[in-house]
């Protein structure tokens, strides 16, 4: 799986980038109620604008992203200062308030995110098959504290198990993150040529007594 990621990256087969903030981020950001310091975990990064937009409405940004080429491409379109420095298996990259951290993400320990108070998925879930799945959503809840909140941006198409992106229907997005997080449906778009329909929810870390 990584290979495969990497070797996309490599060809420039990236089509699930976009060149601009995802609309859902733009629509319901603000209404998650994150304070404006708050640090913003995004998995599975890639190079993605979203992480431009959360530095931008004032959140320090920790991305994690296995493609050394996402990383530097992402650093190349600006040009501000870069320093660069290892932790723990990482090589990261900070650039104004944004962190890129390449290595797996299931290695970043809770011990690096201490500061972390939010999150966001626009393409994570969806980039992973389904035994690969549960592991991330069990993972993503031991780094984020109660009460951390996030959204997340996911995929549906039927039963097909192509991909990636692969779809991932609601009943198992339910299944996977209700048992440590508050999910609440935020909409979902008409299919687009793919077939593929992009459904849009807002977490809530459960606390211990939830």
């Known amino acids: 799986m ?103 993400f299931f290695h970043l320990h809770i011990r690096q995110v201490a500061e972390i108070e939010a999150f966001y998925d626009r393409a994570s879930l969806i980039a992973l098959p389904k035994p690969t799945r549960q592991r991330y959503a069990f993972h993503l809840a031991q780094l984020v504290p109660p009460g951390a909140r996030g959204l997340l941006v996911s995929l549906s198409r039927g039963d097909d198990n192509a991909g990636p992106p692969y779809s991932v229907a609601h009943s198992e997005i339910e299944r996977l993150f209700s048992p440590n997080f508050r999910l609440t449906f935020l909409e979902q778009s008409p299919p687009d040529e793919r077939g593929f329909i992009e459904s849009v929810w807002a977490l809530e870390r459960r606390g211990p007594l939830s």
């Not at 599975?44 to 996402?70: I, Y």
Request: proline share 5%.
């Open 2 to 104: 990584t290979e495969q990621w990497l070797k996309r990256w490599r060809e420039g087969r990236i089509g699930f980038h976009r060149a601009t903030p995802h609309p859902a981020l733009e629509r319901y950001w603000s209404t998650l109620d994150v304070s404006q310091a708050a640090k913003v975990l995004v998995p599975l990064c890639g190079k993605s604008v979203d992480m431009r937009w959360l530095a931008g409405a004032g959140h320090p940004v920790l991305g994690v992203e296995f493609a050394p080429q996402a990383i530097e491409q992402f650093v190349a379109e600006r040009r501000h200062e870069v320093l660069r420095y290892h932790q723990a298996g990482f090589e990261i990259i900070r650039q104004g308030s944004i962190e890129l951290w390449q290595g797996d």
